[in-house]
């Protein structure tokens, strides 16, 4: 066996002493290197990990934001609906409200027309009447004017000494 | 003092007639007037009161009942 590995050239001495220096060489690196690599990767872990926690903070954030930012925009849609509905019954019922004034005015105006139409009418018939009257009083002193004579208002003044007892 | 109103003069049978029929005193002054708007009959005043028989009289009773008709 030893005549094999030395015909491949092994050294046993040589690979202890490497095995030795490499084991060395490892504790030391372990000590210094590794250590604060390890460190550093701890580190740059826990950053990372914060990191994440900052992410899903933030997105649950953003997602609370979403959320209160929907509800308010539900809120001022209903409020403004609202609004609308409310706006539109008013302007509806006054428009009711100026709709029917119009009618009774519209109603009083026509009312009082018919009434002044209807007195100008029973005026126009007064007055014609009343001067059909004052023209059959004028004709009829006409007719007594021409055929009353002395005799006759002789007769006429007997007859009111006699209705006047 | 007694006014009476005509449209002619009166006779003196009428004018006695008319005392006797408003009692005219005798010393009771009497004055005529002449008015053809009365067209006929008289028209006799006496003491702030006036009595009227006239035609026009007449018809202006008549003009206030036909008036009275028509309103």
Same mark, same amino acid.
């Given at each position: 066996?030893?005549?094999?590995? *030395? /015909? ?8 202890? $002493? +490497? %095995?030795?220096? $490499? ?15 390890? &460190? @550093?990767? +701890?580190?740059?872990?826990? &950053? ?5 926690? !900052? ?25 403004? @609906? ?29 009312? *009082? ?8 009418? /029973?005026?126009? #018939? ?13 004709? %009829?002193? &006409? ?23 | 003092?007694?006014?009476?109103? /005509? ?5 003196? /049978?009428?004018?006695? @007639? ?8 005798? !010393?009771?002054? #009497?004055? $005529?007037?002449?008015? *053809? ?5 008289? #028209?006799?005043?006496? !003491?702030?009161?006036?009595? !009227?028989? @006239? ?14 008709? #028509?309103?």
């Amino acid at each position: 066996m030893e005549a094999v590995l *030395e /015909s491949i050239g092994f050294n046993g001495t040589a690979v202890i $002493f +490497s %095995t030795v220096n $490499f084991l060395i060489v490892l504790v030391i690196l372990q000590k210094t290197l590794f250590g604060r690599v390890g &460190k @550093s990767l +701890s580190e740059r872990k826990e &950053k990372i990990r914060k990191s994440l926690e !900052d992410a899903e903070r933030v997105e649950a954030k953003m997602n609370a934001i979403e959320e209160e930012r929907a509800t308010i925009i539900k809120n001022a849609n209903r409020e403004a @609906s609202d609004i609308v509905q409310s706006h539109t019954e008013q302007a509806e019922a006054q428009a009711k409200t100026i709709k029917e004034e119009a009618q009774v005015a519209a109603d009083k105006i026509t009312e *009082e027309g018919k009434m002044k139409v209807e007195k100008e009418r /029973s005026d126009m #018939v007064d007055r014609l009447k009343k001067e059909t009257a004052d023209l059959a009083i004028l004709a %009829t002193e &006409k007719i007594i004017e021409e055929k009353l004579d002395a005799k006759k208002d002789k007769a006429v003044i007997e007859k009111y000494l006699k209705d006047v007892k | 003092m007694i006014t009476i109103k /005509s449209i002619r003069k009166l006779e003196k /049978s009428e004018i006695e @007639s008319i005392k006797k029929e408003f009692k005219v005193e005798k !010393d009771q002054e #009497v004055k $005529f007037e002449i008015d *053809e708007k009365l067209i006929g009959g008289i #028209v006799v005043r006496k !003491d702030g009161e006036m009595f !009227d028989g @006239s035609v026009k009289g007449q018809l202006e009773k008549l003009r206030e009942k036909l008036y009275a008709r #028509v309103i």
